[in-house]
């Protein structure tokens, strides 16, 4: 069965500056959805910011297996409920990949425990992008680098946890580099930071970019049944202990009580 | 100058439970404390979430090295704009060490980015700490191993991300396991969750945990000069570039425009 | 296509041995690799210490997709030249499961670059192994921990580096804990060491030892093509530099010469 | 105490090309010593390639708290038992700071586990290196970024394991990046790695760099006593078990027998 994919736009700069929308007429959540699409092996659908629930109800999750997330202008509109649903949904098993500007999403944010920033020039320079880390699956069939002749840049420091791995390190033409292929995994979801997508540069119409959103899917993927309740603290009883012991000392709980939280 | 270190207790099991009382007449807060300050290198005082601000008000926190915070029965009742502020200190260079059900502290969660939970039981069985990773700054000084004849069982899984570092592992009679010391960066701040401390067991009257608690505090402090923003995201403009560029492209900002997020 | 999955076995105390090769009469890579082939996705064949070049050929390494290593009682035996051809085809993509005692096998400690030691019984006590990662791909299909009544003992510290992640740790009845399941990388070949496996138990037989040796194989398998040269350290001669720049300042190379090693 | 530092040189390019005698008349080890000397917490001496044992007796050693590494032409030249021997040393706690070209040297080589191998070019190029990692001990009072005006180029992929934290990212002037500060632990050992350093180039006469090696050394330092027997693997006879246990099950090895390596 084809990996479940929802892409979530935010879809406003797409319909209030023109230069976007010439770009990405369809939305940018089209346009990555349809990169996603050329690859039997994945099933993408799109949900926007305006949408009920933002598009993110929690039918629409249960059925998800990747969530790609891109958002700039508007982060702040996001509820902090279905952030929180969603953040749930990733620590079940649902794969996770940010895009670009979604460093400052709040489930990137939430998910990362840090501040998220970095530094910032929007001047159509060059990007060049090196596989730090050959032969990873979000790497699979990319030459040693690839470039980006417009992009807005991205420079360190980073304000993220030491990932999992870098698999991307992005030289800038101004000078400065940024980490642009971080993953992570938050309870049992794969978590995958991309940076390129400037909204007014054609970024996700470039080929290789569409190969490494393809492979980030394939790779955030958890085939495993989802975690049911994946904040629980179960009591273990003592009668339910791996080896026999007897209760003793003073205690706070009564036998059966919930724990604190 | 010794490292100014600031214990927060949530010293509600202290007043309201005989037990506890009886173990800790001056609050876990201040026995944690008296721990600390038997190292003429730590100066260690005490708030708790009744006084104004929970104690921690920006003023004391900027004069903070390191955080140690002991919660269970209240973690709801500490106000989300006082955890943001925690959070920032951290990431601008503070330590934290977070004790035992302090896993479920809002501050804990929110750096870690995940649902920080564990199977438990109360029985006052044996747990033995087992040191993981020899001549780690925070096992400086302690044994092969140490035990505490009465603990709360705490088992995995542990819903933490892979931490830096595991520095113990501990065993309980009753057949589970548990990573019960890790290491943590959030920012410039270092953070350290230690699991033993149920209150009504007297493990912060054990000697060795109290030099456990001391060599973390000297592990988790950083010297240099806090992070003045560290949620900052700065522009660099395109005269500032390290190397020179020109500006081209389609632009979504005006010059000096902050950046959205 | 099945993953090609060879099962390298020391086979000395399956020979010398009667209560060894009472419980293993194929020997411990039969018995291994026929846990494996009950996969379909997987077709495992063995090789031994004792067959020319021990087995691992250039050309049989070649056609390997994963190997799986049991060693005991000869490691001093395996060559120094097979155990570095073993390191580069792991560092060209190979994936590599190295089990119990093979903890001191040289082609393990060569990947680690540490002494890989640890404390250790033999008292037929037993292990119960907890998933610490649940949902990880190794751990798939398995219940929150599983027993085996008759094991070895190995206990903290691992001298092993961080590991990527950790799948497993283990409880022991003589009141020791052991990281039993760690993953790594190294070059482009997935790395990961499994506890379980003394050889006068009949661990290997054990329904959740098989599912465990199943996945460990799926997930080691890295089907992108191997990278042909994994030690290359390559010139980039000034005109290829990806960026027009023009040589200057002193030189200790001549133009064409190859790299100091 | 001051850190007792030992600064190895290969010390073969300063004798035998006037260039890099020019520029480094007492030596590469000695202006790096000298640099590391100004900081009065630090004591920093120097031996060569071209010493008996290669400078690195084990009395030397023992005496010895931090190691500093620039090797290039020489590498195999460097004896496989003293590398074994240092290795031990790191392992039983020994800081080990290893420079530039070193990156093919025996020692890194042995404890990374990996080819360690990259691309370069040999054209006094700009390279600005980028802290990624604020506040971090080993960047304490750096600026965000500095530049050295000359340097070899060094590129990625950097055929190391993902390394505990990265401190610097380089910026090369030809498009090229790598990360230029990693840090690792090996046993009790604190392993630095960092970039910067060929031989045709002032780069060791430069303030800033003097700033990254003395941070580097106090990092590195660990003040707990050494492992004694850091490669040891010791029996715990089953009435030294921490829990009571009885021996059952059959066995391979007799009581008091030395375990299998």
């Known amino acids: 069965m084809a990996i479940r994919t929802l892409v979530w736009g935010e879809n406003v700069h797409e319909r209030n500056n023109k230069i976007v929308a010439g770009i990405y007429p369809q939305g940018m959540h089209g346009t990555i959805a349809e990169a996603l699409n050329s ?3 994945i099933t993408a659908t799109t949900v926007t910011l305006q949408d009920p629930e933002h598009g993110l109800t929690n039918k629409k999750l249960a059925e998800t297996d990747v969530l790609v997330w891109w958002g700039h202008a508007a982060h ?7 952030v929180e649903r ?3 949904r990733v620590w079940s098993g649902m794969g996770l990949i ?3 500007s979604g460093h400052f999403a709040k489930i990137f944010k939430r998910l990362m425990g840090t ?6 020039r929007e001047a159509g320079e060059r990007e060049r992008l090196w596989v730090t880390n050959p032969r990873h699956p979000i790497a699979a069939g990319l030459p040693p680098y690839f470039e980006l002749e417009y992009e807005e840049m991205y420079g360190e ?3 993220v946890p ?10 800038f033409q101004g000078g400065e580099v940024f980490r642009s292929g971080l993953t992570y995994r938050r309870g049992a979801g794969n978590v995958f930071y991309f940076r390129p997508g400037h909204e007014t540069y054609p970024t996700y119409h470039d080929k290789t970019v569409g190969q490494v959103l393809r492979n980030a899917v394939k790779w955030a993927y958890n085939p495993q049944p989802a975690i049911a309740k994946p ?3 179960p009591n273990v009883p003592v009668d339910s202990a791996p080896e026999k012991i007897t209760e003793r000392g003073p205690k706070l709980h009564q036998a059966g009580e919930k724990g604190l939280r």
């Open 86 to 88: 969603v953040a749930e």
């Open 162 to 171: 030491e990932p999992l791995e870098t698999v991307f390190v992005s030289w």
């Open 115 to 120: 501040p998220c920033n970095l530094t910032w």
């Open 76 to 82: 702040g509109e996001v509820k902090d409920e279905i």
């Open 231 to 233: 904040t629980d603290a």
């Open 39 to 41: 690859d039997k092996g």
């Open 98 to 100: 940010v895009l670009h």
């Open 157 to 159: 420091p980073f304000g």
